[in-house]
Each structure stands twice: as C-alpha cells, then as structure tokens.
C-alpha cells in the first residue's frame, strides 16, 4: 500500500517552454501533498505543500508564479514549471500523507528528471 | 544554523561492520523524527520512524534524545545493500512539513 506514482519521471525541454509534473497517490487518499527539489548533492529542499481545493503555500524564495500547483483532487496534485530555464534543472519529488492515518508520515513518488536546454 | 544536521560523510565500513549516524535539531517543538535512506538518483524511502524510548527494526536501531535535541541511528552487521545515503528528517512543529538533513553517505565494501 501507499504508493505515489510520477509522470513523467524524466523530461528534457527547451529553455522558455512549460513542463507538467503529475503526482498520484494511487491507493490512498492525500488531502496533502508536497513538492521537493534536489540538486545533485544536496538535500530535499521542500519547494510547496499543496492542499486538496484550496491554494499551495509556497516555501520562501520559491516563485508561485513559476511553479503552479494544483491539487484538484485527493489523488492528484501537478506542478508546472513555467517558463523554465536551464537552473530549473533538477530532480523534481513529490510526497503524499495519508489522510486516513493522520500520520505525519509522508510517502514519496519516484521523482522526475528535469533538464532544461 | 541548519534546521537539520548531519556529518555528511562518507562512511566507508568493511562488510560486517557496526556504524553510527549522529544528527542534530534545532526547533524543540518538533514532535516527529525519521530515518529515510536515498539511494543515488532514487527518491528517499522510509527507514524507520524514531520514537522517544527508542526502537530496533532488525539491525537498525534508533534512538532520539529530546533534551539534547539529538537523533542517532546504528546499523549492526553492515551489508553491501546498506550502501546508501541516510537522510535524518524532522517534523516541523505542530505542522505537517518535514525538514530533511543533508544526509550521510555510506558506503559497505566487502
């Protein structure tokens, strides 16, 4: 049980253009669900928590317009990098919590690869 | 000061071998601690949650020492599969975001 699933899990794109992140807990729902970004070598840095119906709340120095999130549902929430550029590059995660738990406990997706040209 | 930290590492042990990951918090109201284990270019997965007392799961054993704001795992009997980097993550007080730490590399040689 608890798995999240990401779509696509890597994506090279051209500097300017908009690339859609999915994120699906598949088998449980997820009122919550959080956006990370690593560089190589570097730890998870929590970019957004994203809520079922109502606006993500972004983590200092992360642009909510670059990065749109959306979470229309209990088992789907997406992230769009708007306009990206070449240091938009990374490794895109995203985690889900189990609702019915109430565990803090988060489960990950597999992550997508971003290179940007 | 980092919310989360951890020596970075690498940890190079022989196949067998009983080491120790250390790990320090800076905010007293976090209520939730964990252990994940990444391996490169893989998302992080759960090791085990760590509670007050203690808790053993096999050959993993972690402790959490609140007054000293200190978590700690040990691994006995080290194998190759234990390659990997340990990532210490702290809740967030009261909310529901978890705060991970650079992690610690390891890495079993034979």
């Known amino acids: 049980g608890a798995v999240v699933s990401q779509h696509p899990s890597w994506v090279i794109c051209k500097s300017g253009t908009s690339v859609k992140i999915e994120c699906r807990s598949l088998d449980f729902q997820a009122t919550t669900m959080f956006w990370y970004r690593q560089f190589p070598k570097q730890s998870l840095m929590l970019m957004a928590t994203s809520n079922e119906g109502s606006k993500a709340t972004y983590e200092q120095g992360v642009e909510k317009d670059k990065f749109l999130i959306n979470h229309a549902s209990l088992t789907l929430s997406t992230l769009t990098v708007t306009s990206a550029h070449p240091e938009d590059s990374s490794f895109y995660i995203c985690?889900?919590?189990?609702?019915?738990?109430?565990?803090?406990?988060?489960?990950f997706g597999p992550g997508t690869r971003l290179t940007v040209t | 000061r980092k919310e989360v930290e951890q020596d970075p590492g690498p940890f190079n042990v022989p196949e067998g071998a009983t080491v120790a990951f250390n790990c320090t918090y800076s905010?007293?109201?976090?209520?939730?601690f964990f252990w994940y284990r990444q391996d490169c270019r893989k998302e992080p997965k759960l090791l085990m949650s760590?509670?007050?007392s203690g808790n053993e799961d096999g050959r993993f054993t972690a402790q959490l020492n609140r007054a000293s704001q200190y978590i700690s795992l040990l691994i006995r009997d080290s194998k190759l599969s234990d390659s990997a980097t340990y990532l210490c993550v702290v809740g967030a007080g009261g909310y529901n975001k978890l705060i991970f730490g650079a992690g610690t590399r390891l890495a079993v040689h034979p």
């Open positions: 760590v509670y007050s």
């Open positions: 905010n007293s109201a976090s209520q939730s």
């Open positions: 985690s889900a919590q189990d609702t019915g738990t109430g565990s803090y406990e988060q489960y």
